[in-house]
């Protein structure tokens, strides 16, 4: 059995009181996983556009996919010439791989793993295997919600259960859970090193993180700075935690690895990143204008509430209980439990990363398709944050429990909704997913600011959610009281 303790005589502020046995741990991750693949499998039903079962990027990596199943490389030029696509994308697919004009040779901009990831899947299904392999992780990824929650964050299993499943199990998340993106396995793997990068006390957790760290950049290189994020705090721990040695050979490690990273993109893709490969950016400004041309950074700045409560792109519009984020957040910040910083500077990175690197919020995608990766981050906080409470405040904590369950019921609502109009194809999950008919969906939206339509209306309501934001994270942290009289938490694996 494995269980937190805290100094005799005192109550736990970050969690449950009782002891949870390794049996009912993996009972709950277990029961997560499959309502969570339960939800999302079905999404690949749906189609992404009128005409195909897949669109944006999908289809391309699906072509190396075949590419690396079938010729064992990355060149995809037999494949778009025989018409390899029209499986899953039916009309004709424009290429984004630039053509080598001395060897024909065409390479998807995109990284590798992922479609590495996916051969067995494909060839043991085709594009459906591929997408129910990502509907397995993104269930993987709720059981591990559950765990990091319960074992790092000390949350109740009830409240870490239920979180795990209202935001893994709805959208925006449950809808990636079969698009082919690097979104679901990079939000795994990324957790994964946050939950081992937690308790810096254990030599074994290296490989962990340095496993995580290492693979980030091979699913994007968008994820680049997750990964940078997730390497500093976990180095920075085993440097205070004495492990002078180990510390070395991780910083080696990863130097290796980098000097890897960047010889086979070149030899790959031609340069630095996969984006080299790509027509759309050899005509334009190069791999770098993948941020933008000219990028204007004060009006991204936007974004930093956007992501949240857009009307169209946000994530509370498709999961209004995300909007607790901030409060939980607040608390958490407050408390400073034992790791806290781990979750929250890879969060941070990476919502700035959203903020200011990437290119455009609104685009050829479903809602939240930025933010992804660290959603489940955010979902552990919450998950703390409603099981948080003390013999005093008891009432306050089923309080929240009971809004985090309120609130995701209503999300739940939209997701079944959107499922339910994509198989009956009223709808797309690319070109017209805000047609959905959920009621919830449609008040939500007339309360959030809509950032495509930039107006008088746009500005008053980012200022007054800029208002609930930060009043309610500020809050919290005063409300909320830092158990400085226990002792450091025992967390177990």
Known sequence: MTTQTTTAGHTDDIGTHERVSRRRVIAAMCLAAVVVFAVAA????VRSTSGNHTSGDEPHYLLTTISL???GDLNVADETASGAYRQFHEQTLRPQAATDTDTDRQVVPHDPLLPALLVVPWNLGGWMGAKLAIALLAGALAAL????AVRRA?????TALLTAVVMIGTAPVAVYGTQVYPEVPAGLVLLAGVAAAWDRRHRGHDVIVGGAVIALPWLAVKFVPVAAALALVHLVGRWHAGARRD?????????????????????WYGDATAYAAGEFFREHSGQWSAIGPTPNYLGRSSRLLGLLVDRGFGIAAWQPAWLL???????????????WHVPVVTAVVGWLTATFVAH??????????????ILPLLAVILASWAGAGTTVNSQLAHARGIALAAMGAAGAVTTVQLLRDGLAERVTLIVDFARTSSPVLGAMRTLLPDYHVVS????????????IVLTTAVLAARQTTRPTDLAPTHVGN
């Open 154 to 158: 000390g949350a109740g299993l009830g």
């Open 360 to 373: 455009t919020m609104h685009g050829w995608w479903f809602p939240g398709r930025q933010v992804i990766v």
């Open 42 to 45: 079905p999404f690949a039903l």
């Open 456 to 467: 008088a209306r746009t500005w008053w309501l980012h200022a007054a959610w800029i208002g």
């Open 145 to 148: 919600v559950v765990w990091t």
């Open 247 to 267: 510390v070395g050979a991780l910083v080696s490690a990863y130097c290796l690895a980098g000097l890897a990273y960047l010889g086979l993109h070149i030899r």
């Open 325 to 339: 984020a901030p409060t939980a957040i607040g608390s958490w910040l407050a408390r400073r439990t034992p790791g």
């Open 69 to 71: 199943a079938e010729d």
